[in-house]
């Protein structure tokens, strides 16, 4: 990175707040955080975990393994009680202070995620913020969080409250991983449960910074423990570990399958989010401006690594030519660079076996017989990082390859369709169900065809816009239950009965002497 000649102000200020959180990365490396303190492995092992940009070693990271998560899983079990048992206004006030904490350091964590991961500073600079909301939004939930229902009957007074199912474990992805972390840890703390957090082996910088900054911000020691290492390895050892009773994961549909596999000997609640094939359906009476928009940003942006990502585009035949031609020329615009520069849209992608992957599609679209209408090769960035041009794939149909596999990348398949029902049709048919998108200024249609389509979430006439209240999770392949809101809590907590007698109710009286 030293040898980046910045272009503008704002590079150059973000290369300078890089240097010296590199050089401290690179001197103290990354351990566990167990029990509040900052310790290795057992076994002594590591791994490097290195930057998509130029491939630079960033810091030597602890190796976890089955000691390493049982040590943390006993400091979780340990703190439960008494986090169960604090006043909902403390644990609140504790969770204000870790988003505090966040926004302090927001400008750093950013800096950073670009650094590991090689998304674009100009998404991450929000997504840092994104994640100070998330520990706000569900602290100011805490003291609802047991809330239930009043179930009158004639003879009894019926209640019901929730309690929290104790320790957890949540494995979270290398995309936007400080936000996805604080979006699956800060509902299971507000609930109040305790966490052992297996972050993603490729990108652990942050998930570091994450657990330095609850600890800074007074949450008491053993509430979050965080074990890096590989997921076969210590992700395994938590997924089959006897005092997690629940794990919540965010990552490929087949780890999920394993992960359903390794945790039922133990009986553990699942919450999966996982893969999208996810569709954007522009109708002929659509804005189209705005939809053109919408498709380009839902999956340009984040480097196209995103489950909510609209990867394939259904375009009504009567405006396919002029709307392909307007996206294409789009497209060829966008600017991909290093994740510094403010004017970066896409950087490189997160791992060198990610790039292999993405690019084995340009073969695939090929041999499908689509026709590459943009990109289709790696591109030469900066610092000869993992680098690829944005890619879209024209003359598809729904049976191909490239609209039925998640490429989770800069890539997307533009699939022609004739009416409503044929739109539904291609879309529904995938194995996914994450997400859709319908523009089309019918209110009757927009609402047909979000009542039709597999999906967890529909957004009519809008990208992807979340709104912290509203459910979020797929169908099919795509997932396993419901984050957001009062959803969270029914993961993360059980949900009791209590009935209350009348005294009034007849008892039915067995053993009685025969007269």
């Known amino acids: 990175m030293d040898k980046i000649t910045p272009k503008s102000d704002v590079f150059k200020a973000n290369l300078d707040r890089a240097g010296p959180l590199l050089k401290a990365l690179r001197a103290d490396g990354i351990g566990h955080m167990i029990d509040g303190e900052i310790v290795p492995s057992i076994s002594g092992d590591t791994f490097e975990t290195k930057s998509p940009i130029d491939g630079a070693i960033l810091a030597s990271v602890a190796r976890g393994g089955p000691e390493d998560i049982d040590r943390a899983a006993t400091a979780a079990s340990l703190a439960f009680k008494a986090w169960r048992d604090m006043p909902a206004t403390m644990r609140k006030k504790l969770l204000h202070r870790v988003a505090?904490?966040?926004?302090?350091?927001?400008?750093?964590?950013?800096?950073?995620?670009?650094?590991?991961?090689?998304?674009?500073?100009?998404?991450?600079?929000?997504?840092?913020?994104?994640?100070?909301?998330?520990?706000?939004?569900?602290?100011?939930?805490?003291?609802?969080?047991?809330?239930?229902?009043?179930?009158?009957?004639?003879?009894?007074?019926?209640?019901?409250?929730?309690?929290?199912?104790?320790?957890?474990?949540?494995?979270?992805?290398?995309?936007t991983p400080f936000m996805l972390s604080t979006w699956k840890i800060a509902p299971a703390l507000a609930a109040g449960c305790t966490v052992v957090h297996k972050p993603a082996e490729w990108s652990p910088v942050t998930a570091d910074l994450l657990a330095k900054l609850v600890k800074q911000a007074g949450v008491p020691d053993g509430v979050l423990n965080t074990v890096h290492g590989i997921g076969e390895e210590a992700g395994k050892a938590l997924t089959e570990h006897p005092a997690i009773k629940a794990i919540g994961f965010v990552g490929e549909s087949a780890t999920g399958s394993a992960i359903m596999a390794q945790g039922a000997p133990t009986l553990k609640r699942v919450h999966f989010e996982l893969g999208g094939k996810n569709p954007v359906i522009v109708f002929d009476d659509a804005d189209l401006d705005r939809a053109l928009d919408a498709v380009v940003f839902m999956i340009y942006s984040l480097n196209g690594e995103r489950c909510t990502s609209s990867s394939r585009l259904l375009i009504q035949q009567s405006i396919s030519e002029k709307f392909i031609e307007k996206l294409t020329a789009r497209v060829k615009a966008l600017k991909v660079g290093?994740?510094?520069?403010?004017?970066?849209?896409?950087?490189?992608?997160?791992?060198?076996?990610?790039?292999?992957?993405?690019?084995?599609?340009?073969?695939?679209?090929r041999q499908d017989g689509a026709v590459i209408a943009v990109g289709g090769r790696p591109h030469d960035g900066p610092g000869g990082g993992h680098y690829v041009q944005p890619t879209l794939v024209t003359g598809a149909h729904a049976g191909m390859r490239v609209a039925q596999e998640e490429v989770f990348g800069p890539f997307l398949t533009v699939i022609p369709f004739g009416g409503e029902n044929d739109a539904i049709e291609i879309a529904n048919d995938v194995k996914y169900g994450l997400t859709g998108y319908v523009w089309t200024n019918d209110t009757g249609r927009a609402l047909r065809v979000a009542d039709a389509l597999e999906a967890g979430m529909i957004w009519l006439n809008s990208e992807n816009v979340r709104h912290l209240p509203t459910p979020f999770g797929g169908m099919k392949a795509s997932g396993i239950g419901r984050d957001g809101g009062d959803y969270s809590f029914d993961f993360y907590m059980e949900t009791k009965h209590v009935s209350l007698a009348r005294g009034t109710h007849k008892i039915q009286k067995l053993g009685l002497p025969s007269s």
């Open 338 to 365: 290093h994740p510094l520069d403010p004017l970066t849209e896409i950087g490189p992608l997160i791992h060198e076996r990610h790039l292999a992957k993405v690019c084995s599609y340009f073969d695939v679209a």
């Open 100 to 175: 505090d904490a966040i926004e302090e350091r927001a400008d750093d964590i950013a800096v950073l995620e670009c650094i590991d991961t090689g998304q674009a500073h100009r998404f991450m600079a929000k997504a840092a913020i994104r994640a100070a909301e998330n520990f706000r939004f569900f602290a100011d939930k805490c003291a609802d969080a047991r809330d239930g229902l009043n179930m009158p009957s004639e003879e009894h007074w019926n209640v019901s409250t929730r309690v929290p199912i104790g320790p957890v474990g949540v494995i979270t992805p290398w995309n």
